[in-house]
């Protein structure tokens, strides 16, 4: 059973460019998660999502960033006009529709840095 | 909004030995999950213990126990017979039973094992 899937683990960056990450999530689980960490730090949660819905998004920034969880395909999460301080790695997590264990399942995450 | 607070930026414990990492977290709400994740050098997120409110025994997963407050919200994590596969940041975080079930992370424990 493939767990969830994030590509690329690892993306490199110019400022001002565009930065897209991708998030396959468990086979049938419906809710999508990300969470921005920064070096030392911990897990910030940026959006919560459904298919073709995002559900939860307080914690993205409000400019350059966006995600979508389309009804067929990955979710996305896109950062426009990167700066410097969007280094950081940028990590996915799925469950299903009944959070029949509270769990969320992560992926390796995606580590992007802006030069 | 919900917060977790981990008080132990670092922790080092003596190969073979128990350790305990403190985890604290604020709430209105009955019903809820806490988790302890472990995050290896590979940044993998690795589920290593979970808890549900509702449940007065505190869970056990070999050599992982809780001790599970819910009047103080606390819950720490004991580590038994320290490996040193187990060196990692530990994250406590806290998932409401109902609603966005977003996770909220705490900041992270460094465990070091000193062989």
């Known amino acids: 059973n493939a767990g969830v899937m994030q590509n690329p683990r690892h993306l490199v960056r110019r400022r001002g460019q565009e930065a897209r990450l991708r998030c396959s999530p468990v086979?049938?689980?419906?809710?999508v998660y990300w969470y921005r960490q920064l070096p030392e730090e911990g897990l910030k949660f940026m959006v919560y999502?459904?298919?073709?819905?995002?559900?939860?998004e307080s914690g993205m920034p409000k400019e350059r960033f966006s995600a979508e969880f389309p009804k067929e395909g990955p979710s996305i999460l896109r950062i426009q006009q990167v700066v410097r301080g969007d280094s950081a790695a940028y990590f996915c997590?799925?469950?299903?529709?009944?959070?029949?264990?509270?769990?969320?399942?992560f992926g390796e995450g995606s580590r992007l840095t802006v030069l | 909004a919900q917060t977790v607070t981990q008080s132990q930026p670092e922790m080092s414990v003596q190969e073979a030995e128990t350790v305990t990492l403190s985890c604290t977290y604020d709430?209105?709400?009955?019903?809820?999950?806490l988790f302890w994740y472990k995050q290896p050098p590979s940044r993998q997120m690795i589920l290593v213990i979970r808890?549900?409110?509702?449940?007065?025994q505190n869970a056990t997963e070999n050599r992982f126990s809780v001790n599970f407050q819910k009047a103080a919200k606390s819950f720490s994590l004991k580590i038994s017979d320290s490996q040193l596969g187990d060196a990692a940041m530990y994250f406590c975080?806290?998932?409401?039973?109902?609603?966005?079930?977003?996770?909220?992370f705490g900041q992270g424990t460094r465990l070091t094992i000193n062989p």
């Open positions: 999502l459904q298919k073709e819905n995002i559900i939860d």
């Open positions: 808890q549900e409110a509702y449940k007065q």
């Open positions: 975080a806290y998932r409401s039973y109902q609603g966005a079930q977003k996770l909220v």
């Open positions: 997590a799925s469950s299903p529709g009944q959070a029949l264990t509270g769990e969320l399942f």
């Open positions: 086979k049938g689980h419906s809710h």
């Open positions: 709430t209105s709400e009955s019903d809820y999950y």
